[in-house]
């Protein structure tokens, strides 16, 4: 029997679950290999110990071919959970491995889609769950083969079907299972998991007698892991680039704190800052019976010389990197730096606010403005074709005189980008109005030739 | 003055009137402008260091805040260590900035989601201690706000600038309300200098000193940020100075 078939393989009418002789029979030269279960579970675990260090604290194996991820508190250091799920697609098609993520409210309507849906990336809100799973056959609820079967000669065929029907007389007949699916499947009832642990992760435990839930306790206990946290990281001379913290609810609901730092620290006060400044999103609902702190990713940590002499030593600018880092995310903390590029919007690029320092600079020579809009605005002009600047031009409704002009200053499209930039050109102008403002503005083309643009105006930015 | 030996009851409570106000809590430091008509402006001779200032642009610049957002850069680019520049919009060109004296290496830039962030990383920079400047686009600025920033600057020696931008021109009347900053000011582009060839100039500044702790307000005119962030006072035509010159050239050229 096949067990598997990627795109080329259906291309060509196969499919897993076709039994082999029929395969061969279809395809006279295939090349049958035995499935090697254990080694794609392996494979499986080794993914998933990637994830852990990268995208969320709690992973599941889901074997034969599945993950789950529960990227709770853990998706603003990718752009949210889009971001989480183009980031894993796109790193998965790099090592040239299909895949299909779907990120749902609830686990059994993420498995569901993920394996049945018809969008192979998709992230669903929990307004638009029922909508998502209803359509979705019968074999996505992880209902064994025979239940599946008799509910189908019932006429049952979709989810919404099985949920329309009365809950009492479906346990009579066939158990508690499909009921429960159901619950899992919209989010009514929680899924136990037991997650996977990085074989030498540095990690420290705390189980508590009695369940613990006031935000001070929590804060307090997470300083003593942060402590022992610490002293692990000590005797193995590393530094911490990743925090998890996880609580172990009552109710097998598991919350979880990631903070990141943008440099390997063991700093004990740094650390206790940065979790306990999101304790206040963490919901113990009855009562925290564990908590959990790790360092999933770790680098070697150098002892540094402080010089004393003379000044006073000022605090490292990487803790408070750290902080807004963890306040606002990390994408939305960067340093601007320059790129060998004459179009102005590519002229700048956004690196890591701790990377190292730059070289490149911008060209002094052209003044340019302190705000650059995102996408040029249209404007309305009157000026002399084909290098000189407008006369007066019209602006968000009103009209402004030019009194002085500087321009022009051509730039030209680059060629080995893209095709279409191969002779197209753009001449800017600095225009100064009756007011003293001051305009970025540039006329698409040459003024001549319309293969070099639409020669159409536009205000691209403001001077001050 | 001579009477204070004479009144000591005001003299004593002169002086506990500084302690409340903890001006002496650490030497205060000043960053002069080099322009000699500013810095008798400011008490100290130059804007304080430890200290909040807010930048607010003129005319159409309220809603742009360009000719503020350079005039920041070129304060914060003449003090050394990193500067955290938050913001809500990121419209900023960076080239400009660095033309303005302030290296692109030096700058962290926060873009937050929604202003109670921005004040919050505001803060968040002037308590840390280790940074240079923090400047922050914002729109509105509370009495109670701008005092945590004021005090925070205090405590730590780091000068805060609040770069006022507002989404709508309608709303810049607010930058009537009081606040706890030391200085406000008011940059308006205003027509550059008259070259002798066709061609825009050397940028100019109207820069109004609004309302300063312990000083007068004034205005100025002067001619935009140098590549060192240095202003400079507009010279006539027959004995400019050494930066226009180099202005004039470049635009002729």
């Known amino acids: ?464 | 003055m001579t009477e204070r030996g004479a009144r000591p009851h005001v003299a004593a409570l002169r002086a506990k009137i500084a302690e409340i106000e903890g001006g002496d809590r650490r030497a205060r430091s000043v960053l002069p402008f080099g322009i000699e008509v500013i810095d008798s402006k400011l008490p100290g001779g130059g804007l304080a260091l430890g200290a909040l200032h807010e930048v607010a642009g003129g005319a159409q610049g309220a809603t742009d805040g360009a000719a503020a957002a350079l005039f920041a850069a070129g304060i914060v680019g003449r003090i050394s260590g990193s500067i955290l520049w938050c913001m809500t919009q990121a419209d900023l060109f960076a080239p400009a900035i660095a033309q303005a004296g302030l290296d692109p290496d030096r700058v962290i830039y926060v873009e937050a989601r929604d202003e109670t962030a921005l004040l919050s990383c505001f803060e968040e920079g002037l308590r840390h201690g280790g940074l240079g400047g923090v400047v922050a686009e914002v729109a509105r600025l509370s009495m109670t706000a701008s005092r945590r920033l004021q005090l925070a600057a205090e405590s730590t020696g780091t000068i805060g600038i609040a770069v006022r931008r507002w989404r709508r021109s309608a709303e810049a009347s607010d930058l009537g309300q009081p606040t706890a900053a030391a200085t406000r000011w008011r940059v308006t582009a205003v027509p550059s200098e008259l070259l002798p060839v066709p061609g825009v100039g050397r940028h100019r500044w109207f820069v109004e000193l609004i309302r300063c702790r312990a000083g007068e307000s004034a205005d100025f005119l002067v001619e935009a940020c140098d590549a060192t962030g240095c202003l400079a006072l507009p010279a006539d035509l027959a004995d400019r100075s050494a930066a226009s010159q180099a202005w004039a050239e470049r635009a002729a050229s």
Request: hydrophobic share 45%; charged share 25%.
């Open chain 1, 1 to 464: 029997m096949l067990t598997a078939a990627n795109a080329a393989a259906r291309a060509i009418g196969l499919h897993a679950g076709m039994a082999a002789t029929q395969a061969q029979a279809l395809v006279p030269d295939l090349l049958i290999m035995d499935a090697d279960l254990e080694a794609d579970r392996q494979a499986l675990e080794r993914l998933a110990i990637w994830s852990l260090r990268r995208y969320a604290p709690i992973i599941a194996l889901d074997p034969p071919d599945g993950l789950m991820l529960d990227i709770t508190g853990a998706d603003h250091a990718h752009g949210g959970a889009m971001g989480v799920l183009r980031d894993i697609l796109k790193r998965l098609a790099e090592v040239e491995t299909a895949g299909r993520a779907v990120c749902a409210p609830a686990y059994g309507a993420a498995h569901a889609l993920a394996r049945y849906g018809a969008d192979p990336f998709r992230v669903v809100d929990p307004l638009e769950l029922a909508d998502a799973i209803g359509d979705l056959p019968l074999a996505a609820l992880r209902l064994d083969r025979a239940t599946i079967m008799s509910l189908s000669k019932l006429g049952l065929e979709t989810i919404a079907d099985l949920e329309a029907m009365p809950r009492a007389s479906l346990a009579l007949r066939f158990g508690s299972k499909p009921g429960q699916r159901l619950d899992q499947a919209y989010g009514r009832a929680s899924e136990p998991f037991e997650p996977i642990a990085a074989p030498e992760r540095i990690e420290v435990e705390r189980r508590f007698a009695e369940p613990i839930g006031a935000p001070e306790t929590l804060a307090r206990y997470t300083h003593k892991l942060v402590d022992q946290l610490c002293q692990q990281l000590e005797e193995a001379g590393v530094g911490a680039r990743r925090l998890d913290l996880r609580f172990h609810r009552v109710d097998n609901g598991i919350e979880a704190i990631r903070a990141g730092l943008a440099r390997p620290s063991r700093d004990r006060k740094q650390m206790g800052r940065l979790l306990c400044d999101r304790i206040e999103t963490v919901d113990p609902g009855f009562g925290v019976e564990r908590m959990l702190l790790a360092a999933p990713a770790v680098e070697p940590l150098r002892f540094r010389t402080i010089s004393n002499l003379g000044d006073v030593p000022v605090p490292d600018v990487a803790a408070l990197v750290d902080i807004l880092g963890n306040r606002v995310g990390e994408e939305r903390l960067y340093r601007y730096a320059a790129r060998e590029s004459d179009i102005p919007e590519r002229s700048v690029t956004r690196i890591a606010p701790m990377a190292d320092p730059t070289l490149l600079r911008w060209p002094e020579r052209w003044p340019r403005p302190a705000r650059l809009f995102a996408r040029p605005e249209p404007i309305d002009t009157m000026a002399l074709l084909p290098d000189h600047p407008p006369v007066h031009f019209i602006w968000r409704g009103i009209r402004r005189r030019v009194k002085r002009a500087d321009g022009p200053e051509r730039i030209y499209g680059e060629w080995h980008m893209s095709e279409a930039e191969w002779l197209s050109v753009r001449d800017y102008f600095l225009l100064e109005d009756e007011t003293g403002a001051r305009y970025w503005v540039f006329r698409q083309g040459d003024g001549m030739d319309s293969a070099t643009g639409g020669q159409g105006w536009f205000l691209h930015g403001l001077f001050g």
